[in-house]
């Protein structure tokens, strides 16, 4: 290497951009309630146990359909089991859902996108009528015939909604490739004999990364909404997994009686999913040069 | 030599895609038809038949032929318009699904206009007050719409409106003792109690079918308001409207009939995606709503594994959101005046 001096402190550039990004989302009040609730949801999954006021599986046939209040902040479910502290631990099966979904979706669209960008072509035709055909159902359609297929679980909703929600990163993956791949720097790497493999690895894939995760996030909603109707439809989580959507489910029965066994699971999803949009809503402010200039 | 007609290039290529996608969605349900785990022989001989029955089930079903004759026997079953016999009740599962469709169509459609009626105008204020107090109550009225869980929603509305209120009916398409009343001539309640006379029919049909429509409306609303905004956005930003407001035009003028009658094209085909988008949530408000639409056809077959109704159900939804993309895409050339 060459003995210039380097900068100590320089911050890479899509970092600076991501604190960019940041200050600008806490900056407007609805993404910054976004930012907090996911905070809590966060917080609230790691440190489960810590708030949970009871254990979230045992049952009280003594205490069944307690209202709120009387020990029990959200009052008590068919089982005598305490919602308060389901809703708690189901804040883990929430992220998990999130989790999951992301690593399985991110990388599928990322590796369909990035290779039918770069090689363009008939291969690039194949894969886009591929995606083409994925996205002509909406997803929940799609999850229900492949939950059909698997088997309802959890496990299998999970892959489920992967299977169903990567078409849309692949195709902003794909758009993004297009405009790098004609690139000097895309074509020294080829000069210099590195594979198709390697160029895409290691100098496309980084550069859709930021975009992606994005959409990532602004999917989201829609993921755990979908993910609450398969539970809901007794096709996602089973009993006695506290999932919110599989809570609303067996809470359905009592509903007239004891609203409190729908109402706050469904809160949950309702903010949750909020959130999420409120996020997206922002982030995409964020991301659009001619809004950031005018605020 | 077709390069001499692009008209006609773009109409025949438009044709194949639509005939790959076809083809492609078919495969799709072959497949997870396919990877259901429940064996089909044995749903149809039961667990204790003998080895004999049992393989000759297997051959009569196909299952003894590789994978690609299943498929193309798969096809031509279904472009002969046999779509397999459900498990549950014993008819071709397309008559079925030609039964229910009415109750769906009649829900979606009331929604749809619900949902325009709501979103259209919505979207026009927000658009006109960019980055002022009206625009930020649409955007987080229209972000509420497109976050709720509709199921929770649903039941929620029925605490509220039918058990605590009483101010419209409960589960179903009308009220228990006006089953049966009315003749079934095309499957819309609303219009056959109409053709019928029976105007208690009719509002008790109204009544119960509000609800459900007004959510899902609600719902499809949200997606509708931020259309119709950002297709505002983009013509009142532009130099015409500068021009039509120095020629002396009120701002209501302008936003209105130029405006409003540029965008008019694009609503009609984002209207029309909407109006497929609703299936979506059409499968979980029937289930709340005891709605005897497609909605509950497909989860009831699905938790009882009818694979036979599931996938036929699959594939007529795939088949509706590829006719929906095709109609907005020719409303779209035909209306636009700058694609002839």
């Given amino acids: 290497m060459t003995d210039l001096p380097l900068p100590t402190r320089r911050i890479p550039g899509p970092l600076l951009a991501l604190r960019n990004i940041l200050t600008f989302l806490i900056r407007q009040p609805t993404s910054a309630f976004g930012l907090i609730v996911l905070a809590v949801l966060i917080l609230t999954a790691i440190f489960a146990p810590l708030i949970a006021t009871h254990d979230p599986y045992v049952q009280d046939l003594n205490n069944v359909l307690q209202a709120p209040g009387n020990g029990h902040l959200f009052g008590t479910d068919e089982l005598g089991r305490d919602i308060f502290s389901r809703l ?40 886009m009528r591929i ?88 999917n989201m909603a829609t993921v755990i909404l979908t993910a609450a109707g398969l539970g809901f439809l007794g096709l996602g989580a089973q009993p006695p997994l506290p999932e919110w959507g599989a809570m609303i489910a067996t809470g359905r029965r009592y509903m007239i009686d004891s609203w409190w066994l729908v109402t706050f699971p469904g809160l949950a999803i309702l903010t949750v999913s909020l959130a999420f949009n409120l996020l997206g809503d922002g982030l995409r402010d964020a991301l659009d040069p001619k809004q950031m200039n005018r605020r | 030599m077709l390069t001499e007609y692009p008209r006609l290039r773009s109409v025949l290529g438009q044709a194949t895609t639509i005939a790959i996608t076809l083809l492609g969605l078919l495969l799709l349900t072959f497949i997870i038809g396919r990877m259901m785990p429940a064996d089909p022989v044995r749903a149809i001989v039961g667990e204790d038949a003998s080895r004999e029955t049992y393989e000759q089930v297997f051959n009569q079903l196909g299952l003894d032929r590789p994978v690609w004759e299943q498929f193309l026997r798969y096809l031509g ?204 949530g059409a499968v979980l408000i029937e289930t709340v709503f005891g709605w005897p639409g497609f909605g509950q056809y497909l989860t009831n077959n699905l938790i009882i594994g009818d694979m036979n109704a599931v996938m036929t159900c699959v594939l007529i939804v795939g088949v509706i959101f590829i006719a929906l993309n095709l109609l907005s895409d020719l409303l779209y050339r035909v209306f636009d005046p700058r694609t002839k």
């Fill in chain 2, 77 to 280: 079953d279904v472009f002969s318009g046999d779509f397999g016999t459900s498990i549950r009740t014993g008819q071709p599962v397309i008559n079925d699904i030609l039964h229910v469709m009415p109750a769906t169509i009649e829900l979606a459609t009331l929604a749809i206009l619900i949902g325009a009626g709501l979103g259209v105008p919505l979207g026009v204020i927000a658009a006109v007050n960019k980055d002022r107090w009206p625009d930020h109550v649409v955007r987080v009225f229209s972000l509420f719409g497109h976050s709720m869980p509709i199921f929770w929603t649903g039941m929620i509305a029925l605490i509220i409106f039918y058990a605590k209120l009483g101010w419209v009916g409960g589960s179903g398409r009308m009220s228990q003792f006006y089953i049966g009343m009315v003749p079934d001539r095309t499957g819309f309640l609303l219009i056959d109690s109409l053709l019928a006379g029976q105007m208690d029919v009719f509002w008790s049909a109204i009544n119960h079918l509000i609800l459900p429509a007004a959510l899902l409306g609600y719902s499809s609303s949200a997606y509708i308001t931020r259309m119709t905004r950002s297709f505002m956005l983009d013509q009142l930003g532009q130099e015409y409207m500068t021009t039509a407001r120095v020629k002396g035009l009120s701002k209501r003028q302008t936003i209105w009939h130029h405006a409003f009658g540029n965008i008019k094209v694009q609503l009609v085909t984002i209207v029309a995606l909407a109006y497929g988008g609703l299936l979506e």
């Fill in chain 1, 88 to 127: 708690v631990w189901g804040a883990r099966i929430t992220l998990t859902i999130i989790f999951l979904v992301t690593i399985v979706v991110g990388p599928l669209g990322l590796l369909v996108g990035t290779t039918s960008g770069y090689f363009g072509g008939r291969f690039d035709t194949v894969m």
């Fill in chain 1, 131 to 218: 995606t083409d055909i994925f996205l002509s159902f909406p997803s929940l359609i799609l999850s229900l015939a492949f939950v059909a297929a698997l088997g309802p679980s959890l496990n299998n909703a999970i892959i489920a909604i992967g299977l169903t929600s990567w078409p849309p990163i692949a195709r902003l993956a794909r758009a993004e490739t297009m405009t790098f791949r004609k690139a000097d720097y895309i074509a020294a790497a080829r000069l210099q004999g590195a594979s198709p493999m390697r160029i895409i690895l290691k100098s496309i894939v980084p550069m859709c990364l930021p975009s992606v995760m994005i959409r990532l996030t602004l």
